[in-house]
């Protein structure tokens, strides 16, 4: 029998689905592009060289080793892991965000993070269909271990995300008050290092001391975004059933080879970080002497200010061919604010001379 009219999206999509925004991204052509803290740097000519004759070498009509076990060492090796933990390797560290929590998204199940935090930690608790909960930072951007604990002890998440730094206001939290977390957490907790080697700080010594911990990062800040490879390590009973929830052969061939590739000379990427740094702190002492700029400290690869006016200054600098990120409206405590990437030290100048236009203008 011929129904009378066709199933649509409003019909068979689930209603918080249609209730979501899709995670954007401006179009960058042609712009000094500053909004997605990525490294600015290339690799150079030699070691584009070795990519091409492992690429070349790559097996394209094999299915990849779901196990990676060379990677793995390599990562091992290269990143400093800690031995007798467990590896698991990701798309990118957002496709383990959302393997860690399908894992534990039974029915009523809670995902926690202090707010504002990476965007992905709420869409993914929407998509496996758990409830988020953020607890604010405070308004220094400081974590509020007291409201933490309160919210953990009333909520009972399964699993709680802390960035380290965080994302988006570049900071590090006390360390002690990390660890107050994750003693009481009644659940997993997952260290997000993405900008770990900004910072030069880490819990990944801490794994032994901390049963329910796990710490993710990923190679994109490193300098390796356009390959979409992320990592977690934490102790094997917690690997073992997260990675049930892995789809097969999600890190390709071809990412492999070219990781492996590259982190045989991961100190290429330690100079670019280095100098990254050294930009990092330079950007923020000229945007410091700007009146009516309020800049925050950042451990990471970006900058977080406040302006008097965020979207006129973010319109004024797209207008100039840079782009940069405008979070305000994403979160209370980011009223009025911008993010900064920092880039080469030509980009940085270029958005120096732009914003200080914006501003005289």
């Known amino acids: ?89 990701g798309n990118g560290s957002d496709e383990i965000i959302a393997m860690v929590i399908s894992a534990v998204a039974r029915p009523g199940a809670v995902v926690m993070a202090p707010t504002p935090a990476f965007a992905m930690y709420r869409m993914s608790a929407i998509l496996a269909k758990a409830e988020f909960v953020g607890v604010p930072l405070a308004p220094d951007f400081s974590l509020d271990a007291q409201s933490m604990l309160a919210a953990m002890q009333e909520r009972r998440p399964g699993v709680v995300f802390v960035a380290y730094p965080n ?77 049930k929830v892995r789809g097969p052969y999600n890190v390709g061939v071809l990412t492999q080879a070219v990781a492996q590739a590259i982190l045989e000379h991961a100190q ?19 945007l410091r002497r700007l009146p009516g700029v309020e800049v925050f400290p950042s451990e990471a690869n970006f900058l977080l200010l406040r302006v008097p006016d965020a979207e006129a200054a973010f319109q004024g600098l797209l207008a100039r061919g840079v782009l940069v990120r405008n979070l305000h409206g994403s979160h209370p405590l980011l009223d009025q604010c911008l993010r900064f990437t920092v880039g080469t030290p030509s980009e940085n100048a270029l958005l120096l001379a732009a914003f200080c236009e914006v501003r005289a203008g």
Not at 26 to 55: F, S
Not at 180 to 190: F, S, T, Y
């Open 1 to 89: 029998m011929k129904r009378s009219e066709s199933p649509s999206p409003q019909s068979v999509i689930r209603e918080d689905i249609r209730a979501l925004a899709a995670y954007t991204v401006h179009p960058a052509q042609g712009m000094v592009k500053l909004d997605a803290m990525e490294n600015p740097y290339g690799l150079p000519g030699w070691l584009r060289e070795e990519l091409a004759r492992a690429v070349a070498g790559a097996q394209i009509n094999r299915y990849p080793d779901p196990e990676a076990p060379a990677l793995k060492a390599l990562l091992r090796r290269t990143m400093d892991l800690p031995q007798g933990f467990d590896i698991l390797l």
């Open 268 to 286: 290429v990427l330690q100079e670019q970080a280095a100098a990254i740094r050294v930009e990092r702190e330079r950007l923020f002492a000229e």
């Open 167 to 243: 994302n988006p206001t570049g900071n590090l939290f006390d360390e002690a008050a990390v660890c107050r977390v994750i003693e009481a957490a009644p659940g997993l907790v997952v260290l997000d290092e993405a900008y770990h080697v900004f910072a030069g700080r880490s819990f990944m010594s801490r794994l032994r001391e901390y049963p329910n911990l796990l710490v993710l990062r990923t190679l994109s800040k490193l300098g390796l975004a356009g390959l979409r490879l992320g990592y977690a390590v934490a102790q094997s009973d917690w690997i073992r059933e997260i990675d």
